[in-house]
């Protein structure tokens, strides 16, 4: 296996001296399994409370009911959001952490939250019914939203390098959502398939059936829809410059607020009337949600764009072929390389290939920002980083990417050219393929970062 280029090492310790160890000094809960094994505690100790609170609410078979209904939208969705980040598609573990999130603390929170709130309204006020409104309309999407965007946050925060924009946070922010919803929708279902063993309900007519038509067929995006758009402001604010500190903060909060508009709006629609909620649904949910999936394969397409420009740099240096910047900057031609690298040479190098287009794309990014100066301190590492793991798949990664780029190549028509061609490769050439000798790339090209 190829090594990387040397001059694109670290210095070695002067006098042999020990390399430092930043994390040689640190304090015990500044580690990172330290922090690891707190936060899976902590959402192992919430999911087991909601369990048993939502066990406890509706019943054993009720919940199981609730369960079985709640889970049908939650792979659909998933792959939705996860299909959206195939450009520089982020690591799972970041996925499997927003979901749990969302179906275990931010839904602790809420139902501990909205109860005590609409309680101490109930008592305050001496009317029961207004206070479950307000706690609708008002407590509910305050404290949901805010539990939910405390993922995005973290998120945001600590794993800053897989958070670079917008569709990072709409997938981030939509995942967490259907977590949330998850949880909500086993609540509702089962406490709808309770009411209907006392009541005797049963076909279309039945509590359950309508509670799974309004949730699960009309509106299963509804939380997810509120949570994006906290998310693409987290996304916006990826994008700022570190000196942009105003714009940094607003444009989260401005989100977190137009998601608990959209969620009040969206609970307050019964209040409407006897049509109130088709009414809200045509005239507000529908409308955002097709402009927000205008906006997001928008977004997906800058970034296509944004691969295409910015790579062919590094071919022009020998890190990558000539036709790769074209190739990584179109899905049809991705997904045809990761096809012809399994047909060729099995699951491992489709995902060696996999890997290879992630790896471009993060570093397009990189220079991206680089190059608009939002790039970090940290700049000079990471690109060397990217391109050390590009280079050592490069020996998979290539032939596949090529084919792909000559299926995916739009034609060029050739015409003959009005002057004599001289030998059979045209004038100036040797007129024998094995005399053509044709330019060979050096085994480990040099590159200065800081050439534009």
Not at 232 to 251: M, P, Y
Not at 256 to 272: D, E, I, Q, T, Y
Not at 436 to 449: E, G, K, Q, S, V
Request: with cysteine; charged share 15%.
């Amino acid at each position: 296996m190829a090594t990387c280029p040397p001059h694109l090492y670290p210095r070695a310790p002067v006098d042999g001296a020990p390399a430092a160890d930043p994390l040689r000094h640190a304090h015990w809960w500044q580690r990172a399994w330290v922090r690891y094994g707190a936060l899976t505690t902590l959402l192992a100790i919430s999911g087991l409370v909601i369990l048993a609170l939502v066990r406890e609410e509706t019943g054993t078979e009720g919940f199981l009911v609730g369960l079985g209904l709640a889970t049908l939208p939650v792979p659909l969705l998933i792959a939705a959001f996860r299909w959206l980040d195939r450009v520089e598609p982020g690591p799972w573990r970041n996925l499997l952490f927003c979901f749990a999130w969302g179906a275990c603390a931010a839904a602790l929170i809420a139902i501990v939250a909205n109860s005590f709130a609409t309680r101490w309204i109930a008592t305050a006020t001496a009317d029961p019914s207004s206070a479950d409104t307000l706690g609708a309309t008002v407590i509910a999407p305050v404290v949901e939203e805010t539990a939910k965007a405390a993922a995005v946050l973290l998120v945001f925060l600590f794993r800053r390098r897989d958070f670079t924009g917008i569709l990072d946070g709409v997938v981030i922010a939509g995942v967490t959502a259907t977590g949330f919803a998850f949880t909500e929708n086993i609540l509702y279902l089962g406490t709808a398939f309770g009411t209907d063993q006392l009541t005797g309900g049963t076909g279309i007519a039945s509590v359950t059936a309508a509670t799974f038509f309004v949730r699960i067929i009309m509106s299963p995006f509804a939380h997810p829809l509120f949570t994006v758009l906290t998310g693409i402001g987290f996304g916006i604010s990826a994008l700022a410059a570190d000196g942009q500190h105003i714009r940094r903060v607003a444009f989260p909060l401005s989100g977190l607020l137009l998601a608990m508009g959209l969620h009040a709006m969206w609970n307050g629609s019964s209040a409407f009337g006897e049509y109130g909620f088709f009414a809200v649904y045509a005239a507000f949910m529908v409308p955002i949600f097709g402009l927000l999936t205008w906006l997001v394969i928008w977004t997906r397409q800058r970034e296509l764009k944004t691969v295409r420009t910015e790579l062919p740099v590094y071919a022009v240096a020998g890190w990558l072929s000539p036709v790769e910047p074209y190739a990584l900057g179109s899905m049809r031609a991705r997904r045809i390389a990761r096809q012809y690298a399994r047909r060729h040479a099995g699951r491992a190098a489709a995902g060696q290939v996999a890997q290879y287009e992630g790896y471009a794309t993060s570093l397009a990014f990189l220079r991206h920002r680089g190059r608009r100066g939002r790039a970090g301190a940290d700049f000079v590492v990471r690109e060397r980083e990217l391109l050390d793991e590009l280079w050592r798949r490069r020996e998979t990664a290539r032939p596949a990417l090529d084919y792909a780029a000559r299926i995916t190549a739009p034609p060029v028509p050739v015409a003959a050219p009005p002057w004599p061609v001289y030998g059979a490769y045209g004038y100036g050439y040797p007129t024998s393929p094995a005399t053509h000798a044709t330019p060979t790339a050096t085994p480990y090209p040099a590159y200065n970062p800081y050439r534009s």
